[in-house]
């Protein structure tokens, strides 16, 4: 099986800055593209960026120039820098990985348990 959990989430002023990362452990095969997805009270959950193996980057209009995902293949981490982070950034950030648990299995979807960003005075 495969795990994701995601840090870095809090408190931040409109303006400010956060960064979230998520580590994948356990049964690794492949890990193939990663993302990043966000969830807003009363909302759909939304993808806010992706990558994948090769390092090509996905970003949502909305916060293209501001966010910046990456990843680092050797620790099976992807991150998400947030700059100029406003209001409507608030919501619950999720990490999804799509990976290969082992030999004989099929490629799927994971998801980590989310952090929580809020950007308020």
């Known amino acids: 099986q495969v795990q994701l959990v995601e840090s870095g989430g809090g408190l931040v002023q409109p303006g400010g800055s956060l960064r979230l990362s998520c580590a994948a452990s356990?049964?690794?095969?492949?890990?193939?593209?990663m993302g990043w997805y966000r969830q807003a009270p009363g909302k759909e959950r939304e993808l806010v960026a992706d990558?994948?193996?090769?390092?090509?980057?996905n970003y949502a209009d909305s916060v293209k120039g501001r966010f910046t995902i990456s990843r680092d293949n050797a620790k099976n981490t992807v991150y998400l820098q947030m700059n100029s982070l406003k209001p409507e950034d608030t919501a619950v950030y999720y990490c999804?990985?799509?990976?290969?648990?082992?030999?004989?299995?099929?490629?799927?979807?994971?998801w980590g348990q989310g952090t929580q960003v809020t950007v308020s005075s």
């Open positions: 999804n990985a799509n990976a290969k648990s082992g030999i004989g299995t099929l490629r799927r979807n994971y």
């Open positions: 356990g049964r690794i095969f492949e890990l193939n593209a």
């Open positions: 990558i994948t193996l090769d390092g090509r980057t």
